[in-house]
């Protein structure tokens, strides 16, 4: 029997209506890992070149890391893969909850779609019983009721993935949401659900992942779990006091949050991530003003505060955990209504609470977490929703749309209640919210009129919420990673954690200073290997900034397969190359993903703590493009492809060459 994974993965076809399982050998696991690693590695050799995004052609895959449902600390991830309508090219998105692990106790290591259904279908995965139910009953609903409807259908323990009304009406901005408020956000996956007319997947499983040595993961989960149990020393309470106290004093010396493990684990588990949206705000590494303002003119401390830490968890009813997790950074937090009863909903994190806070000039927090939990029941990504309205009321400023929405609403900085309104008809393709229902690099096309230049996105999918002006590495990740415009993939903040200054330590590199181009581009390929294992891994990216996560030691219990630091570098690095190869075949070619100037510094501020700041992102391309082994165009060079044994992909310098060639013609 297969040791860490159960070899098995579940192929429907919706438009035949049939289900197969088909065993896969257990050298693609030891390539791929999991994740989207053995999703690019599948997609790659099965779909055809050109597929249609939302058409038959596109393959869909639910895919859990290789560590999910094992009982590894952190270990509760899974991702959603395919080609991005957004994007054109390579799709996936990560996310958090309770259905990867339940993916796997169903025996699977992923399940992938293919096809488009003639009506609305969910699919159940129910032990070994799998089944296409018909969901006509279902089309229009909100993610929540679509998911308490199919547990009173199923049973209560099943666990969901569902899109809402954004997904079905194909918003390119949509997302798959599970647990009532996780979110796989990214990428526009969820509009590619409404294509195929897949309401939702439900699974109920009951068996566990066979491991190599349980004892062993047992015991490096024992180890590394004493972090999470000892008391948060007053020291790192008083630093993170001091840190929010004086963050007018540091963004001026352009620091970057940091601290002791225990101090991080208190700031995750008291705050979540809405911890730190003041310090980001005044440090300059949150977004003002559509990436125009400064945060001490335009957007200072006493407004960040009202949308911040203490101000979040005021209204914390109770925390939320995802599965395996020890700190449970979510939460559920609660408003009081006009007709005095009590909504609920999940705790806005720091990218919702900056994209509808200093990026719009909003320091309306209930306005927030009412936007937070329309975009959880309509199934949007937040910070594609953020990005798109900011885009809308600067168009509404400039005079280049109309800015009245109906009812006494007008698009303008600050007006909480209008970017509810608008959200809510970006869901629905309603009126207005038609034009930026598919993100603000169509909406931006379809208006014209200069619109273009203030449109912050990469590559088609828009900006997440760290200046790259505040962290280059980010800046030089938005248009680099295959998935442009993401911040998961070089967070500047793990530079200095020590399983990362492990991976440079191996390879003899020392960090570059902040603003020091010519390395950078090394800096980001080596992190980026690292963070491709983690997320194949199935495990949750912040587990890295607390300690140091066994991340080796835990894939080698479960699966005894010995693996070296190298070794796993070595698989990271064929994962990135082959997610890249994905999209130099659909024709995207590196120089087709540029920076905004904004986002660029061009021109730069002439205040705040970025003041004078230009990147140079042709040095940072560079320099990671000989990182990788790619030639000086960013192509991954024959000798590269055969060195990682990714003989299957074909002769990608003639692909990027004939694109080259329609493209100027």
């Not at 054109?88 to 106790?105: E, K, Q, T, V």
């Not at 020291?235 to 352009?254: G, Y």
């Amino acid at each position: 029997m297969a040791e860490g994974f159960f070899g098995k993965t579940l192929t429907v076809d919706l438009s035949r209506g049939t289900t197969d399982v088909e065993s896969l050998p257990p050298s693609i696991y030891r390539e791929f890992l999991g994740g989207y690693g053995l999703g690019v590695k599948l997609l790659y050799d099965r779909m055809p070149t050109g597929a249609d995004p939302l058409g038959a052609e596109n393959i869909l895959g639910f895919v859990p890391g290789l560590l999910t449902g094992t009982g590894a600390l952190f270990g509760g991830r899974f991702m959603v893969v395919g080609k991005s309508p957004l994007t054109g090219g390579w799709g996936d998105a990560n996310c958090g909850g309770h259905f990867g692990p339940a993916l796997r106790s169903a025996g699977l290591d992923g399940v992938f779609f293919t096809g488009v259904s003639e009506r609305p279908v969910y699919l159940v995965i129910d032990g070994a019983d799998v089944a296409l139910e018909d969901a006509a009953h279902l089309w229009g609903l909100e993610t929540g009721e679509t998911e308490q409807r199919l547990r009173q259908e199923v049973g209560r323990r099943a666990q969901v993935v569902s899109i809402g009304p954004a997904g079905e009406n194909r918003s390119l901005i949509a997302a798959i949401i599970t647990d009532g408020g996780r979110a796989a956000a990214r990428s526009g996956l969820a509009a590619v659900m409404g294509a195929k007319r897949l309401k939702a997947v439900v699974v109920r499983g009951r068996e566990r992942v066979p491991l190599h040595d349980d004892d062993a993961l047992k015991d490096f989960n024992r180890r590394y779990g004493r972090l999470f149990k000892k008391e948060t020393s007053p020291v790192s309470r008083l630093l993170f006091r001091l840190t929010k106290t004086f963050a007018p004093v540091l963004r001026l010396l352009r620091m970057k949050p940091s601290g002791p493990a225990d101090a991080i684990i208190y700031l995750y588990r008291t705050y979540g991530t809405s911890g730190a949206t003041a310090f980001t705000t005044e440090v300059g590494d949150a977004p003002v003003w559509n990436w125009r303002g400064v945060a001490a003119r335009d957007f200072p401390l006493s407004r960040s505060l009202r949308i911040s830490d203490d101000a979040v968890i005021e209204h914390k009813v109770r925390s939320y955990h995802c599965r395996y997790c020890p700190v449970g950074c979510g939460g559920i937090v609660a408003f009081e209504s006009d007709d005095a009863t009590v909504d609920e909903a999940h705790k806005p994190e720091y990218e919702t609470l900056a994209a509808f806070g200093p990026l719009l000039l909003n320091d309306d927090l209930e306005a927030i977490v009412r936007v937070n939990s329309l975009c959880d029941r309509l199934g949007l990504d937040t910070i594609s929703a953020g990005a798109t309205v900011a885009f809308a009321i600067e168009c509404a400023e400039r005079g280049l749309i109309d800015g009245e929405l109906g009812g006494g609403l007008t698009l303008a900085w600050g007006n909480g209640e209008a970017v509810i309104e608008l959200v809510r008809r970006i869901a629905h393709r309603d009126g207005i919210g038609d034009l930026f229902a598919d993100g603000v690099k169509v909406a931006a096309q379809r208006i014209g009129g200069g619109a273009e230049s203030f449109a912050m996105h990469a590559g088609g999918q828009e900006l997440p919420m760290h200046d790259s002006r505040y962290e280059p590495a980010l800046g030089l990740a938005y248009v680099v990673d295959p998935t442009p415009a993401r911040h998961n993939t070089a967070n500047g903040g793990l530079i200095d954690v020590p399983a990362v200054r492990e991976v440079f330590e191996s390879q003899g590199f020392s960090p570059p200073g902040r603003y020091e181009y010519e390395r950078k581009g090394r800096e980001f390929a080596l992190l980026n290997r690292y963070l491709q294992v983690v997320n194949c891994a199935g495990l949750c990216m912040f587990s890295l900034t607390m300690g140091r996560p066994p991340v080796r030691e835990w894939l080698n219990a479960a699966t005894g397969w010995e693996l070296s630091l190298s070794e796993l570098l070595r698989i990271g690095h064929r994962v990135q190359v082959l997610r890249h190869a994905f999209n130099l075949r659909e024709g995207i070619r590196p120089e087709d993903v540029s920076l905004p100037a904004r986002a660029r510094g061009e021109p730069p501020l002439a205040e705040g703590p970025l003041r004078g700041v230009s990147l140079d992102v042709e040095a940072m391309k560079q320099d990671y493009f000989r990182a990788m082994g790619y030639d000086a165009d960013g192509v991954p060079t024959r000798d590269l492809l055969d060195a990682l044994g990714l003989n299957q992909v074909q002769n990608l310098a003639e692909v990027a060459s004939e694109s080259r060639s329609s493209q100027s013609s």
